[in-house]
Every structure is written in structure tokens, then in C-alpha cells.
């Protein structure tokens, strides 16, 4: 990797996107598929392609729109990217962080994301929302292989405190304020495209785990290496492959998640007021 070059990628997308709005977002929100409904209540609203933006990944992912918008809510300014990239589409571990590093340099210090995953514990349910305390790596690489050494210190990035315990704290409040029942849960991530087996299930819930999903790991560690805190959502949108009956498919999450729809944008709504 010519790390020179990443950085200088970094620099010409931001120039880019800082020629397109005066928008400088101070948080960043990640929507799921299914979760678009938040952008429409946004105002002073610009939306770009991402396609349209110098060295951005594509997302080909179903439900994944793959475009920005910046705009203000509640008197913030953000961005809410309307879809995310995987390792699974063939992207590199730094490429699918690319639009982190990218939002950091237009001045976002917080990420707020959804992600649509499978219950591996039986205290989950599909129509479940938990906060993400904490993650397991099972994705086989870390996106700061090479990046993190263009610094001459803070090279390795501490993550005790991954997901922000002041973040956590405020989403509860918002969740009891809206009489939304908001759940806790340890995530793992894996690298997909194909769903885990009924023996890797009960692997992972022996380590810890209450969820699995595709994504999220390699944000987080790219937002606590860029000091930006992190809120995640967990949408439990199917339960894991021991406790499913049938076949698994992503017309199942498609549909989950679409019916989570308003609970998660008035909570995502909540907290962006807040803060």
C-alpha cells in the first residue's frame, strides 16, 4: 500500500466534497438499508453520489444506496451516508474506512451507525435494537495495517473504549424518553458473504458474542485510531443459524429492517438532538 497516496486520496475527497456544500458535518450517521427515512427530515440538504466522489468505494450491496447527504438536524450539521461498504464486495480492509477518514478531515468527531445483524443470543429477537458495548474481531485483518505507522506516535489505538460509554449513556435516555426498549449487546464480525454455521454459532456465543454481522468492525477501529466516538446500533434482523427455521436470505433482513424503520430513525433523532 503506498500509504502517501491514501492520505493524499483523503485530501483530494474532501476538497472535493468541501466544493459541493458548505456543510461541515460534526457527526456522521451510517444508515442500513432500510433506514433512509431519516435523511428526509433533514434540512439545507446536498446529496452526492458516491460514485461522483474522487477514490470512493462503490457499495453493490442490496438496499445500499451508496450516497451522501449532508445537510443540519436539530441544529447539527452531519452527513448520513445511505449505505456502507464490506470486505465482502472485494474491498480492502483501508478502503472500506476510506469515507471515515475522509468525514474526519471535513471535521466529524462522532459516528453514529446502524447494521442490521443476527441474534446469537436467545435474549434477542428479530424486531430487537441493542447498543453495541463492545466488539469481537473475527474479520481475519485490521484496516489500520499500514496506516497507523504514518504516525510517529499513538501508532496502536487503544480500544477499551470502543463504543462510547457517554453515547451509550445518552441513547438509553432517549430510548426510555420515547418508550423504546433499547437492548445491550457484544458484537462479532466476520468477514461473509455466506452466513455462519450452526457449529460457528455455538463457537461464538461460547466467546462471548450476542450478535453477528458483516461489517462495523473496521469503522470502529479506524474512528478510535481518527479519535471520533462511536455509537452502534445493533437491528436485529434475524436470529443465527442454529435458531433459524428455514432457509436465510436477505429478503428476511430487507424486510426486518424496514420495519424497524421508525423506532430507529426516532431514536437516532433523539440523540442527534442531544448532542
Do not use: W
Amino acid at each position: 500500500m503506498n500509504i502517501q497516496a491514501y492520505f493524499q486520496h483523503v485530501d483530494e475527497a474532501a476538497k472535493f466534497l468541501s466544493s459541493k456544500t458548505t456543510i461541515q458535518p460534526k457527526a456522521m450517521l451510517v444508515l442500513s438499508g432500510g433506514m433512509d427515512g431519516f435523511v428526509e427530515a433533514m434540512t439545507d440538504k446536498v446529496t452526492i453520489s458516491a460514485g461522483d466522489i474522487p477514490h470512493f468505494p462503490t457499495t453493490r450491496v442490496e438496499g445500499h444506496t451508496g450516497k451522501l447527504t449532508f445537510g443540519n438536524y436539530a441544529g447539527v450539521p452531519l452527513v448520513a451516508l445511505q449505505g456502507r461498504y464490506h470486505y465482502y464486495e472485494g474491498h480492502s480492509p483501508q478502503d472500506v474506512v476510506f469515507p471515515y477518514f475522509v468525514m474526519n478531515k471535513l471535521g466529524a468527531m462522532v459516528s453514529i451507525t446502524t447494521n442490521a445483524v443476527g441474534a446469537i443470543t436467545e435474549k434477542l429477537n428479530v424486531g430487537d435494537i441493542s447498543v453495541v458495548t463492545d466488539h469481537i474481531n473475527m474479520m481475519g485483518t485490521n484496516p489500520l495495517i499500514g496506516l497507523a505507522m504514518s504516525r510517529k506516535t499513538n501508532q496502536f489505538t487503544s480500544m477499551q473504549d470502543a463504543y462510547n460509554k457517554e453515547l451509550r449513556g445518552i441513547a438509553h435516555d432517549v430510548a426510555q424518553s420515547e418508550s423504546i426498549e433499547l437492548k445491550e449487546s457484544v458484537y462479532l464480525g466476520t468477514p461473509g458473504p455466506s452466513y455462519e454455521t450452526p457449529a460457528e454459532i455455538r463457537m461464538f456465543r461460547q466467546m462471548g458474542a450476542d450478535t453477528v454481522g458483516m461489517s462495523t468492525v473496521f469503522e470502529t477501529i479506524a474512528c478510535n485510531f481518527l479519535g471520533m466516538k462511536v455509537l452502534t446500533f445493533n437491528c436485529i434482523s434475524n436470529v443465527s443459524a442454529d435458531r433459524f427455521q428455514g432457509v436465510m436470505s436477505h429478503d428476511h433482513v430487507i424486510k426486518a429492517m424496514k420495519d424497524m424503520q421508525p423506532k430507529v430513525i426516532k431514536l437516532l433523532q433523539g440523540i442527534v438532538d442531544r448532542i
